[in-house]
């Protein structure tokens, strides 16, 4: 049995500092039982020096005291019990059970903070995913193993766009992700309405959920997130499943590891965010990837909301630098009600490249894609010049370009909340609003392609109509 | 340390036990009882062995910083000490590895852990201990060597031979020598120094990593390093030994851009550190290197490669050595005669891990926390860049070329990475974002990036591309910035307001970006241009400039049919034929200017 230690020299946000300590252990899981409760709370060693260990609390340190606490060192670091079982049930942020059912009976007890994946081990995403989202699966394309961000803000629909890729994700073979879902520090109805939209669309069963709430210890969202990860581990690498991480919202995260580090006094970086708040960021985002010779996968898709919209900002500034690009939610196109309101531009998915084309996707994938974006593009520099110069001064082409970005923007990026569209309804789509430019201007499509496509499309985009 | 030191500590191979942990925060660990022990010497910590290195004494207490996850490390547990510095190894096997930042192949990593994640405490050789090589003597037994002087070879890939070299520090008559199959460890030669003593010479060497490997002296650099990027090596060109940077907000292009140059670039020998990046990016350069053919010797790329690879995600400590080490490795190549190139992504990851253990030392911060020896550490580390008269009696020259990405906060430039940076190199590309918005690839802005190297090439391009190579490029660089202010012009009143001949300007510029500085890095036949074809190119290009300025300012000129010719749309396709000669271009050049003649 482990020493109780009562000498608590202070208490101060969600540090406590231990006196006396003997043989404790950097990252040791701590127990502390306050007087007069029954259930403990737990935190964990940040700082050992003979004698003095400084105790980052996982749980609210109000109602704490300094006299009559006690704190035993538990002689390991902070672990999560894993099972097969998880799936279909909700958690709360500190991995317990939160859906009145009965408690977990875990197969593996797993330590949260996990191992870096050896980058010799990994092997190269390439499976396409259908989000049945167009402007991500044509534009800015998905795939299995990925971490791909939602840069979003304030008042900005990403919930309901992350729901929709929950709901909606598929890969080519038809299989479905499991998905292990984390709220950090963001209200009761944003949770809620999750919880909801999974339970109507019969995807509750193969979730996942931690909730953290607004309401939670801040502290705790520190956690939260390596529970979701070391469970999508657990599912991906030794059950080989499919598994897709949706966490949110990070921001929140990083604003608690902003508040641990002004507690503890250390020289702040950018915005007071401390200054290892990139290399805490990549232990959770680089959590994500395919290794070689286990079936299952992890993708990540993690939100976070801009303050002011800033993509400078701190935290969506070093979110992007480690994740592989990033859907941008345009206030602009949101505005106009369009939905979802992806910044084509503005994303990127850096893999793209890996899950298009023949066997994937389509053969006229890529040409395609560079052709909408280049004329997308031109279209809004041509919507630009009309402002200052006045429509008529545009010629043909550019008339056309003007029309064609409307287009786009009202049909291709534009789908509803419940469509779910396969990548060949989208590609055929972006055919058909190409037919609206002259054909001179196309150059990055090929005449055959031209040909093969725009005609096919024509015809099955009218048979729905 | 002298090379004999080293070995005795390598041939007893044991741990000395040093002191007692006193503290531990993050990757820090201070150890009391420890007065034996010197500045950055390798320790374990604790019976898990986890390796660290000393980069601070106080009396007996030394401040370790430890390259693995401390986790369960606490006062009491013991420091081990090894009397070595923390040294990077050096020998034939070095080639086609991948190596965390403290040079343990994850090869190796992967076996001993069984799984796919880095455990700790693992132990694994640099290069492997066991392989025999086939080690022919370029020596023979009564010749006077120096250090650095060649006195084997080994074929260390297809396209690499290995030189062994006299370590720096001995020296004298070569006693024997051997010819035959040898482990890296097996004695090669035995030297009979001037005192008489006998030191034996094995193809393995260590040299500490911190410290620059000696050379004879640095060579003013006047050959260009050739990529095959156009906007690189006709705009803003490095230097065969020069110093360059790639700054750039992320989504800019930076790693697609030093992967490009690590692909086709014309060095022998490439080392690649990617120094707290993402992990499937190495994995994509693991996956593509043994398939790409280097353009230069028809071979795997890979077989050429060192690659370092420690992502964001691994021990920050070891992301601080990381830089050292790959850059201790590329030295050691240059010493053999060699043109190195080494690309660093990224070093503000570097400057991070610096500014992480600054801070849990409690030093005074300097700007945005970042320690007040940023500057001088950037600029050490560059330094070690050159061409060199290496050591040894042949007088060889070797270079080594540094390509720096720096990822500044929100991409702008005047936090202290990026300015420190700026301060030594004199390669400036600089990625935009609003390029890559657009999808112009390779971003980078024509308008403010910079080469320093331009004027020393200037002999070079006359000999091996054309006497007017210069001035073409200049003609295009200032078509370019005209291009820049003349459409605020246009943003203002529109494209009728201009004069003939700014219509002109514009619609060369715009060929210059579109045809010529615009590259597919992710095309097979687009991605390499040689130097005599980009000459080519832009010549074609600026031929319309030339040609066109008297006819177009002509009254009365309808513009129109400039924009109308046939030889304009053809401007286009000049990138995809790729084997067209020098003749074939002048001709292309004929044709626009008599068909721009025929306008008049």
Same mark, same amino acid.
């Given at each position: ?12 946000g969600p540090?406590m500092?231990?006196?006396?300590v ?5 990252e040791?899981l701590?127990?502390?039982n306050v007087?007069?409760?029954d259930?403990p709370r ?10 003095r260990?400084v105790v ?5 340190t ?6 009559g606490?006690?704190?035993r060192?538990?002689g390991e670091?902070l672990k999560?019990g894993?099972?097969e079982d998880m ?10 059970v939160?859906?009145?059912?009965p408690e *977990?009976?875990p197969?593996?007890?797993?330590d949260i903070?996990?191992e870096?994946i050896?980058?010799y081990?990994?092997?190269? =995403?390439?499976?396409?995913i ?5 402007s991500i699966?044509?534009m800015?394309t998905?795939?299995r193993?990925?971490k791909l961000?939602?840069?979003?803000g304030?008042?900005?629909?990403h ?5 929709q890729i929950a ?11 499991a998905i292990?879902?984390a709220? *950090?520090?963001v209200s009761?109805e ?5 919880r909801r939209?999974?339970?109507?669309a019969?995807a ?7 909730i953290?709430?607004?309401?939670? =210890?801040?502290?705790e969202?520190i956690?939260?997130p390596?529970?979701a *990860?070391?469970t999508a581990?657990?599912?991906a690498?030794?059950k ?5 991480v949706?966490l ?9 590891l902003?508040?641990?580090s002004a507690?503890r006094?250390e020289?702040p970086g950018?915005?007071?965010?401390p200054?290892?708040l990139?290399?805490? *960021?990549s232990?959770?985002?680089?959590r994500?990837?395919r290794v070689?010779?286990k079936?299952?996968?992890i993708?990540q ?5 801009m =303050?002011?919209?800033d993509k400078t900002? =701190?935290?969506p500034d070093?979110?992007?630098y480690i ?11 949101y505005q106009?009600?369009v939905?979802?309101p ?10 793209w ?5 023949e066997g994937?996707?389509?053969e006229d994938?890529k040409?395609?894609?560079?052709q909408l974006?280049?004329?997308y593009?031109?279209?809004k520099e041509v919507r630009? /010049?009309a402002?200052?110069?006045g429509?008529?001064? /545009? ?6 370009h003007l ?5 786009f923007e009202?049909?291709?990026v534009?789908?509803g909340e419940y469509e ?6 989208? /590609? ?10 002259p ?5 990055r499509?090929k005449?055959?392609?031209i040909?093969?496509?725009?005609k ?5 985009v009218?048979a729905?109509? | 340390?002298t090379?004999t030191?080293?070995k005795?500590?390598?041939?007893? %191979?044991?741990?000395?036990p ?5 503290r531990?925060?993050?990757?820090l660990v201070r #150890?009391?009882?420890m !007065?034996e ?8 910590v604790s019976?898990?062995k986890?390796m660290?290195?000393?980069?601070e004494l106080?009396?007996d207490?030394a401040a370790i910083?430890?390259?693995e996850?401390?986790a ?6 013991v420091?081990?000490r090894?009397g070595?510095?923390?040294?990077a190894a050096l020998?034939p096997g070095?080639?086609?590895?991948i190596?965390?930042g403290v040079?343990?192949p994850?090869v190796?990593i992967e ?12 132990e694994?050789d ?6 025999k090589w086939?080690f022919k ?5 009564g010749?006077m060597v ?16 290995? $030189?062994v070299?006299?370590?720096?520090g001995?020296?004298?008559?070569v006693a ?11 004695d090669v030669a035995?030297l ?5 003593? $006998?030191e ?5 060497q260590?040299w500490?990593i911190r410290?620059?490997r ?5 060579i ?12 690189i090596?006709?705009?803003f060109?490095i230097a065969?030994g020069?110093?360059g940077c790639?700054?750039?907000p992320?989504?800019?292009g930076?790693?697609v851009?030093q992967q ?5 670039c ?19 350069v ?8 280097d353009?230069n010797?028809g071979?795997p790329?890979m077989k ?7 992502t964001?995600n691994?021990?920050?400590a #070891? ?6 080490t790959?850059?201790?490795? #590329?030295e050691?190549?240059?010493?053999m005669g060699?043109?190195?190139a080494?690309?660093?992504?990224s070093?503000s990851r570097w400057?991070?891990a610096?500014r992480e ?5 409690e030093?005074?911060?300097g700007?945005e ?7 001088s ?9 050159g061409?060199?008269k290496?050591?040894?009696g042949?007088?060889r020259?070797? !270079? ?9 906060p929100?991409?702008?430039l ?6 420190a940076?700026l ?5 400036f590309?600089?990625l935009d974002?609003?390029l890559a918005y657009?999808?112009?690839?390779p ?6 990036s ?5 004027? %020393?090439f200037?002999?070079?391009?006359a000999k091996?591309?054309?006497?007017d190579y210069?001035?073409?490029? !200049?003609?295009?660089l200032?078509l370019l910035? $005209? ?13 009728? !307001?201009?004069s003939?001949?700014d219509r002109l300007v514009l619609?060369?510029?715009r060929?210059?970006r579109?045809?010529f500085l615009?590259?597919d890095?992710f ?6 241009t040689?130097?005599?074809?980009q000459?080519g190119?832009? $010549?074609s290009?600026?031929?319309f400039f030339?040609?066109?300025?008297e ?7 309808e513009y129109?049919?400039f924009?109308?010719?046939e ?5 286009a396709?000049l990138?995809d ?12 050049q004929?044709?626009?200017r008599s068909e721009? %003649? #025929?306008?008049a």
């Amino acid at each position: 049995m482990s020493k109780e230690y009562t000498d608590i020299s202070s208490i101060a946000g969600p540090l406590m500092v231990v006196d006396g300590v003997e043989g404790a252990k950097y990252e040791e899981l701590v127990e502390v039982n306050v007087a007069g409760e029954d259930k403990p709370r737990f935190g964990k060693v940040l700082d050992i020096a003979k004698g003095r260990a400084v105790v980052q609390m996982f749980d609210d340190t109000s109602g704490m005291t300094a006299s009559g606490t006690r704190a035993r060192f538990k002689g390991e670091t902070l672990k999560l019990g894993v099972s097969e079982d998880m799936l279909g049930r909700v958690f709360n942020g500190a991995g317990q059970v939160a859906d009145g059912g009965p408690e *977990l009976v875990p197969e593996q007890r797993r330590d949260i903070a996990g191992e870096p994946i050896n980058p010799y081990s990994r092997e190269f =995403p390439n499976d396409f995913i259908q989000t049945g989202v167009g402007s991500i699966d044509v534009m800015n394309t998905l795939v299995r193993g990925q971490k791909l961000p939602i840069f979003s803000g304030a008042g900005l629909p990403h919930a309901r766009l992350a729901a929709q890729i929950a709901r909606q994700a598929s890969v080519k073979d038809g299989g479905e992700f499991a998905i292990v879902f984390a709220t *950090l520090g963001v209200s009761f109805e944003e949770a809620e309405y999750f919880r909801r939209e999974f339970e109507e669309a019969g995807a509750l069963e193969r979730s996942v959920l931690f909730i953290n709430t607004a309401a939670d =210890p801040v502290v705790e969202r520190i956690s939260t997130p390596r529970m979701a *990860l070391t469970t999508a581990e657990y599912l991906a690498f030794e059950k080989g499943k499919h598994v897709l991480v949706i966490l949110t919202d990070l921001t929140n995260y990083c604003e608690a590891l902003r508040e641990v580090s002004a507690a503890r006094k250390e020289v702040p970086g950018r915005r007071g965010y401390p200054g290892y708040l990139y290399t805490d *960021l990549s232990t959770l985002y680089e959590r994500a990837g395919r290794v070689k010779g286990k079936e299952g996968t992890i993708t990540q898709i993690p939100i976070l909301t801009m =303050p002011d919209d800033d993509k400078t900002h =701190p935290v969506p500034d070093l979110t992007g630098y480690i994740t592989e690009g990033q859907f941008v939610i345009s206030r602009e196109l949101y505005q106009r009600g369009v939905f979802p309101p992806v910044d084509v531009q503005g994303s990127l998915s850096r893999l793209w490249a890996a899950g298009v084309g023949e066997g994937k996707t389509r053969e006229d994938h890529k040409n395609l894609k560079d052709q909408l974006f280049a004329s997308y593009a031109t279209g809004k520099e041509v919507r630009e /010049l009309a402002v200052v110069l006045g429509e008529a001064s /545009l010629d043909d082409s550019d008339r056309a370009h003007l029309k064609f970005a409307d287009a786009f923007e009202a049909e291709f990026v534009g789908q509803g909340e419940y469509e779910n569209r396969s990548v060949e309804e989208s /590609l055929d789509i972006g055919w058909k609003l190409l037919s609206m430019l002259p054909v001179s201007s196309l150059k990055r499509v090929k005449k055959d392609e031209i040909e093969k496509w725009m005609k096919t499309s024509e015809n099955t985009v009218e048979a729905e109509a | 340390m002298t090379k004999t030191e080293e070995k005795t500590v390598e041939d007893k %191979n044991t741990d000395i036990p040093g002191g007692v942990i006193e503290r531990v925060t993050g990757p820090l660990v201070r #150890a009391r009882g420890m !007065s034996e022990a010197k500045l950055y010497e390798v320790v374990k910590v604790s019976e898990e062995k986890l390796m660290g290195e000393i980069i601070e004494l106080h009396g007996d207490v030394a401040a370790i910083q430890v390259y693995e996850e401390t986790a369960g490390i606490g006062p009491g547990d013991v420091v081990y000490r090894t009397g070595r510095t923390m040294s990077a190894a050096l020998g034939p096997g070095l080639l086609q590895s991948i190596y965390d930042g403290v040079q343990r192949p994850l090869v190796k990593i992967e076996e001993a852990a069984g799984n796919c994640f880095i455990t700790r405490g693992i132990e694994a050789d640099a290069v492997d201990m066991s392989k025999k090589w086939a080690f022919k003597p370029t020596v023979k037994a009564g010749d006077m060597v120096v250090e650095g002087d060649v006195i084997g070879e080994v074929e260390e890939t297809s396209v690499i031979t290995h $030189k062994v070299m006299v370590p720096p520090g001995m020296g004298g008559k070569v006693a024997s020598v051997e010819s035959g199959e040898f482990t890296v460890t097996e004695d090669v030669a035995t030297l009979e120094t001037a005192d008489g003593k $006998k030191e034996a010479v094995q193809m393995l060497q260590y040299w500490p990593i911190r410290a620059a490997r000696p050379k004879k002296s640095k060579i003013f650099p006047s050959e260009p390093l050739r990529t095959g990027g156009r906007s690189i090596d006709t705009f803003f060109p490095i230097a065969k030994g020069g110093a360059g940077c790639i700054p750039g907000p992320f989504g800019a292009g930076k790693t697609v851009t030093q992967q490009s140059i690590a692909k086709y670039c014309d060095a022998e020998i490439i080392v690649y550190i990617g120094c707290g990046e993402r992990g499937n990016e190495m994995t994509e350069v693991l996956d593509e290197f043994p398939h790409l053919i280097d353009p230069n010797t028809g071979e795997p790329l890979m077989k050429r490669t060192i690659l370092i690879a420690n992502t964001s995600n691994m021990p920050v400590a #070891a992301r601080e050595a990381s830089v050292y080490t790959g850059i201790t490795i #590329a030295e050691y190549y240059r010493d053999m005669g060699y043109n190195v190139a080494l690309m660093a992504d990224s070093t503000s990851r570097w400057a991070e891990a610096m500014r992480e253990i600054s801070g849990r030392l409690e030093e005074m911060p300097g700007e945005e926390g970042y320690p007040a020896y940023l500057s001088s550490r950037t600029a050490e580390f560059y330094e070690r860049a050159g061409i060199v008269k290496t050591l040894g009696g042949d007088d060889r020259t070797g !270079s080594l070329t540094v390509i720096g990405a720096v990822s500044p906060p929100g991409g702008d430039l005047s936090e202290p990475v990026s300015q420190a940076t700026l301060r030594v190199t004199k390669t400036f590309w600089s990625l935009d974002s609003d390029l890559a918005y657009k999808k112009h690839f390779p971003s980078i802005n024509w308008l403010i990036s910079y080469s320093l190297y331009a004027p %020393n090439f200037e002999e070079f391009w006359a000999k091996e591309v054309a006497p007017d190579y210069s001035q073409v490029r !200049s003609t295009a660089l200032s078509l370019l910035e $005209k291009e820049s202010k003349l459409m605020e012009i246009v943003r203002l009143v529109g494209m009728e !307001s201009l004069s003939n001949g700014d219509r002109l300007v514009l619609e060369v510029a715009r060929m210059l970006r579109e045809d010529f500085l615009f590259q597919d890095a992710f095309s097979k036949d687009d991605a390499y241009t040689p130097l005599d074809r980009q000459y080519g190119i832009l $010549k074609s290009i600026v031929t319309f400039f030339e040609a066109g300025q008297e006819v177009v300012t002509k009254p009365d000129f309808e513009y129109s049919t400039f924009a109308a010719m046939e030889t304009l749309g053809k401007v286009a396709t000049l990138k995809d034929e790729l084997e067209w000669t020098k003749e074939d271009y002048q001709k292309f050049q004929d044709q626009v200017r008599s068909e721009i %003649n #025929a306008l008049a």
